[in-house]
Each structure stands twice: as C-alpha cells, then as structure tokens.
C-alpha cells in the first residue's frame, strides 16, 4: 500500500538528549513537511522539503533539524536546544507541483521524561 | 505568519443534527483544505477547494471557498457518532517562492456527537 509512515509511534526523551522522529514515504512525492501540533492549537511548519537535499526553515524551526538525502525519506531531530519538546509530531509529503494537497503520516508522540 | 481564526472551537451536537463551521483569514489563499483529524492520529483530507466561489462535496460533507478567498465554511449533514473528531481548515497560497507549498492551519473545531 502506498502511504506515509513515522515511528515509532511513542518516543521517549531524557533532559538534554538528542532524539530522531523518522518519515518515509512511498508515494513518490517531491515535497515533504514537518510539522508541530500542540493541544488546543493548530498545525505549525517546523521544516520543508521541496526537493532532495533541499530544505528550508518553518515557522518554529528553532531547535529542530532536517535531512533530505532520499526522497522517501525526511528525518525530523528534536535536539537538546528545543526547550519545550513535548507534542505530537507530524510529518506530511506532496507532489510538489503548486497547490498540490498534502498527506500527513499517523504522527509521532514524545515526551520528555 | 498569517493566522486563521477557526469557529466555533468546540461543538457538542445530538446525532442527526447538520453542523457548520468556518474559517476566516486576514489575507487570501488560493486553495482551502479541510481535514479531520482522530486523536492520536494524523489529518486526514477532506476536501480540496481550488477556485473561488466553489462549492464541493463529499457524501454528508459539503465546504465552500469563500468569493473574497478569506474565507471558507464546511458543513456536516446528519451527524453520525464517527463524525466525532477535530476539524482542521487549511490556506494554501501555492504561489511559489517562499511561502510554497506551506499550509497555515486554524485552531480546530473539536466535535462531539451524542447518540
């Protein structure tokens, strides 16, 4: 089946550790997202890719950094700069084409301990 | 960034019942999506608006994209139990530059429904 998968579903974090939330993506999509979501608020854009070893900076991208060296896949670490860690992460892929709908994956959960 | 005020913030509805909500922005998009999202689980599509002026359904499901592009409303007719959940409406400028492919999402309309 084609689709978007992240694991592991739960992810654990200790104080000052670094911690990496995997995205693969089978759809053949150009462009893949990361984004953030906290209780009682939308979605924000933590990185994007538009294409292989190309991307960019979101809106909260601080703390946070991004590969792309496959297209299937775009690796999120939430690094030890990131104060407030503690969300549900979620990782979405598109075309790339202009306009083109995004897909999001089943999110990753971590907490920080 | 550009914010979208998604309303109302919470609803609590008896099985059957039709239910609205909507999404205002303070600039334009040029695609509305909306997705609902179950706990624990990633946004699932919706529909897609392209145009301005469109009205588009889906089953039970029915959105429009507002004429001025600042806005957009999704309807539910007849709510069943499993349309519980929280509703996201999404902008999309999809104009290219720096602000490609990037959506900006409202706050959720988190919905119950009473059997």
């Known amino acids: 089946d084609g689709g978007i998968t992240q694991s592991p579903k739960y992810l654990f974090r200790k104080e000052g550790q670094n911690v990496t939330l995997s995205c693969e993506q089978n759809l053949n999509h150009d462009a893949m997202y990361w984004y953030r979501q906290d209780p009682g608020q939308g979605l924000r854009l933590i990185y994007y890719s538009q294409i292989v070893n190309d991307f960019q900076k979101g809106d909260i991208a601080e703390g946070y950094s991004v590969s792309r060296e496959k297209k299937e896949s775009f690796p999120l670490t939430v690094t030890s700069a990131q104060k407030n860690p503690t969300a549900f992460y979620l990782c979405?892929?598109?075309?790339?084409?202009?306009?083109?709908?995004?897909?999001f994956g089943p999110g990753t959960r971590l907490l920080v301990l | 960034g550009q914010q979208l005020n998604q309303s109302p913030q919470s609803m609590f509805i008896q099985e059957g019942e039709d239910v609205s909500m909507n999404c205002t922005s303070s600039?334009?998009?040029?695609?509305w999506l909306w997705y609902k999202q179950d706990p624990g689980e990633g946004p699932v599509l919706l529909i897609a608006l392209y145009k301005a002026g469109e009205l588009t359904s889906n089953g039970r499901l029915t959105a429009q994209f507002g004429i001025t592009r600042k806005d957009s409303f999704l309807n539910i007719s007849a709510s069943i139990p499993s349309d519980v959940g929280i509703y996201f409406c999404a902008g999309q400028l999809g104009a290219g530059g720096t602000s490609y492919g990037k959506l900006t999402f409202g706050q959720g309309t988190i919905l119950t429904v009473h059997p």
């Open positions: 600039s334009i998009f040029n695609t």
């Open positions: 979405a892929s598109s075309m790339g084409r202009d306009g083109e709908t995004q897909y």
